[in-house]
Structures are given as C-alpha cells and as structure tokens.
C-alpha cells in the first residue's frame, strides 16, 4: 500500500460562492495552520470575484476556478490528502458520488469532510442526507451534532461520520467598550432573510431612523455583496438601492469589508439571523436578533430561542441592551473549549489507516432512482456519476461572465494582493 507523500499536510478546498470559501478555507486550517491549502472554485452562478476574495483576505498556496469535471479529473490522493467539500447540499452529494466513481481501483483516496457553512435553521433531514458519505460531517455544536445524530439514527446511515466542533471563524479580541469613538450599532444584513421589499425597507428604515433619534451613535449596515455579485444565496432585493430613497442621515453609512475588522469597532450588532450574531456573541459583544417580523423558521431567527438576543427596533432605540444566556451560549457552540481537538483527532486517525473504504452516499440508484439522477445531472454527471461531456456550468448574464473571465486570468494575483495583512492571524487561528 503506498504511503501518503512526505511533508505538509495537503488539503484541497472545493468551494461554491464566497461565504463556502471562507467556511472551507478556515475549516482547513483548523485542520492543520501549516497545511498547504489548494483552493477549487466551482464554476456557476455564484463563484466569487477576485473582490469578494480579497475581502474575505483568507491566504492559499494556489488557487483555480474549475468545472466539475475538471475537478473529479485532477482530485485524488496525488494531489491532496484531506478534501474539504464546502458546498450546497446538492453538490456535495453530486461530488461525493462523481469521486466516488472517479477513485474506483486507486490504491489510496484523501479524507473527505463536509458540513454547513452556518447555522443549520432549514431542511436539516434534506440536507443532512446529500452529505452522507463524507468521511467527517461536521456539527457546529453540541446542539447541532445531537439533531444530525437524530437524523442519520432515524434512516439506519452510520453516524460515526460527525464530529462536534464549531464555526471556524469565530475568533477576535474579546469586546470592550471605547470612549474615544462615537458608540457604533452595525446592522448586519443578509442576502436571502427576508426577501420581500416591503420587509427590507421596513428593517432599514428602522435603522435609519435609529440613527436620526441617536444623532451621537454611528449606525453601520453591512453589506455582503455589491450589485451584480452574487454569494451562497442570491439577493433580489439589494439594500444599496433601497436606501437611497430613504434620505438618510450622515451618521449612517453602508460598509463592505471583512465582518471580523467590522465588529472591532462595534458596540451593538443587530441582525434577523446571520451567522454575524454568533461571532459577535463569541467576542462578548451586546447582539440582537429582530423580532419585527416575528420569531419564524422562515427567517432563521427561531434559531435564537433561549439566547436572551431577542429585540426590536423600538426597544433598541429606548436603550435596551439584551443579556446573553451563557448556557445557550456553550450549548450553540459560541463558548466551546477546545472545539477542533475531535476533528483533528479523527482525520488523523483516518490518514493513519492502511486503507479507506470507498465513499458510501446514503442516495444511490437503488434507494432514491426518482431523486439522486436529477441531481447529477444538474452538476453534469451521469447517474452512474461520469461527467457528461459538453455540460456547461449554469452561468448568470454577459456582465457576470465578463467578471468570470476576470477571475480565471487573475484570481490569484487578487487573491494575494488582498490577505497578505491577515495571513498571520488566521494561522493564529488555526492554533486554538
């Protein structure tokens, strides 16, 4: 049996959009701070722009925007060790199954780990079971490990796949409060939550007249895209064109950036549901999570129960600064000590074994003949998971694919232009 190539660990990222990427790479260096880490962009609508990159500022040894198949064809054990699928759920089970078929009669494979980029609030059977298979499923906390534990028991798939750990990018010094700068409420939004115009004017507005009431606080929204970018979800309704009918006031702003460099200078984080809300919590900064258009799975926000963060607008421009619960706080995975010690414990026991049984999806032919083959085929493979020569990856308009083509000649030198000031910390990172 051949041994794994001497020197670093080599870990391969496969990422979708921008929020997968960020998710995936810092996953990876969780694994191991000194790994070389390759990074595959998978080419569709939302694979991100050399700005989104920079911008996230995560470093990689080499970086490349690549078709599925392309992927399938240059992805095995000579050329990483550890596989990271940071993906939608659909195109986790797409890969699981096109390697599968990919490493078929090789002596050796790399480990493969998966799991969700944030907080699980929607399909959690659906997307649970397009991801078994993976060797590593990962829970971002205990609550979390527990539900997936539930759901792979529930259909007879082996759990021994999931191991308990956290968001990989919750870091950061620890709040405190600065008299030196005005007291600064970032509203974090999101591109899918909530989607109706109506709604988003309604939380912006609110924010906007939270700035006029409190004329000595700065009030920040902050962005996760520019027009025509797209990210994990798509955003039909941009806040950058619903404020400017608002006329708001100086002291409000619309901000870009890495949210990590966003919340050193936050006092207050408002959001409906982002992950925002978790690493503003893991830091001790005050966290609401809006209750102005109810508590619903719809939203994400029912995600909080229990977390003391609940809010509205009304009460925030009365001055209520909400106490978290220390124990949702721990049990959410916002508190955890030592959160990495259990995955990298079990991919060293799996790099360590003689020989790694085939990928196994809970989907095949044989159980879910209605279900699996549509999913293949949206990602370009057959149902015995080949690629299907000729497909082309479903791309947005010229302007877009204009940007892509940008991204495949320059991704890199972007790429390292943009993180060469926070390459340190995140391998700092990768050492707690």
């Known amino acids: 049996m051949p041994e794994r190539t001497p020197g670093p660990l080599r870990i391969t990222v496969i990422a979708d959009s921008d929020t997968r990427w960020k998710w995936g790479a810092l996953t990876a260096r969780r694994i191991d701070p000194d790994a070389r880490l390759d990074a595959r962009l998978l080419r569709g609508r939302a694979t991100p722009t050399p700005r989104q990159l920079a911008e996230l500022g995560i470093p990689a040894d080499s970086m490349a925007e690549s078709t599925a198949a392309e992927i399938l064809a240059r992805t095995h054990a000579g050329t990483c060790d550890v596989l990271v699928l940071s993906c939608v759920g659909g195109t986790v089970q797409a890969l699981l199954h096109g390697l599968s078929r990919a490493w078929e009669g090789r002596a050796r494979r790399p480990v493969v780990v998966t799991g969700y980029v944030g907080v699980v609030y929607e399909k959690l059977a659906d997307g649970l079971l397009l991801r078994a298979g993976a060797d590593v499923v990962l829970a971002n906390s205990a609550d979390d490990a527990r539900r997936f534990r539930d759901v792979y028991d529930g259909v007879g798939h082996p759990a021994g796949a999931i191991v308990e750990t956290a968001l990989p990018f919750l870091g950061g010094d620890p709040y405190r409060a600065d008299d030196s700068r005005p007291f600064t409420v970032t509203f974090a939004v999101q591109p899918s939550v909530p989607d109706s115009r109506a709604d988003r004017l309604h939380l912006l507005r609110r924010a906007v007249e939270h700035a006029r009431l409190h004329p000595s606080r700065e009030v920040l929204v902050k962005l996760r895209s520019k027009p025509g970018e797209h990210t994990t979800h798509i955003e039909e309704q941009p806040?950058?064109?619903?404020?400017?009918?608002?006329?708001?006031?100086?002291?409000?702003?619309?901000?870009?950036?890495?949210?990590?460099?966003?919340?050193?200078?936050t006092d207050l984080l408002v959001t409906v549901s982002s992950t925002a809300a978790?690493?503003?919590?893991?830091?001790?900064?005050?966290?609401?999570?809006?209750?102005?258009?109810?508590?619903?799975?719809?939203?994400?926000?029912?995600?909080?129960?229990?977390?003391g963060c609940y809010a509205s607008w009304d009460e925030l421009d009365d001055g209520r600064l909400p106490r978290v619960s220390q124990e949702w706080t721990a049990e959410h995975g916002v508190a955890s000590s030592a959160p990495y010690a259990a995955l990298r414990g079990r991919v060293r026991a799996l790099?360590?074994?003689?020989?790694?049984?085939?990928l196994s999806p809970?989907?095949?032919?044989?159980?879910?003949?209605?279900?699996?083959?549509?999913?293949?085929?949206?990602?370009?493979?057959?149902?015995?998971?080949?690629?299907?020569?000729?497909?082309?990856?479903?791309?947005?308009?010229?302007?877009?694919?204009?940007?892509?083509?940008?991204?495949?000649?320059?991704a890199r030198t972007a790429y390292r232009q943009g993180v060469q000031r926070v390459a340190p910390t995140i391998r700092r990172w990768g050492q707690l």
């Open 278 to 307: 978790l690493e503003s919590l893991h830091r001790g900064i005050p966290t609401v999570v809006l209750t102005d258009l109810g508590i619903r799975e719809s939203l994400g926000n029912h995600h909080f129960l229990g977390s």
């Open 239 to 265: 806040y950058q064109k619903l404020v400017a009918a608002l006329d708001p006031p100086a002291s409000l702003r619309l901000v870009y950036g890495n949210m990590a460099e966003v919340l050193d200078r």
């Open 362 to 410: 809970y989907y095949t032919l044989r159980t879910a003949p209605g279900y699996l083959p549509g999913i293949l085929a949206r990602h370009g493979l057959t149902p015995k998971g080949e690629p299907i020569d000729g497909f082309t990856p479903r791309e947005a308009g010229p302007v877009r694919q204009a940007v892509r083509e940008f991204v495949r000649n320059s």
């Open 351 to 358: 790099l360590d074994l003689p020989e790694l049984p085939a």
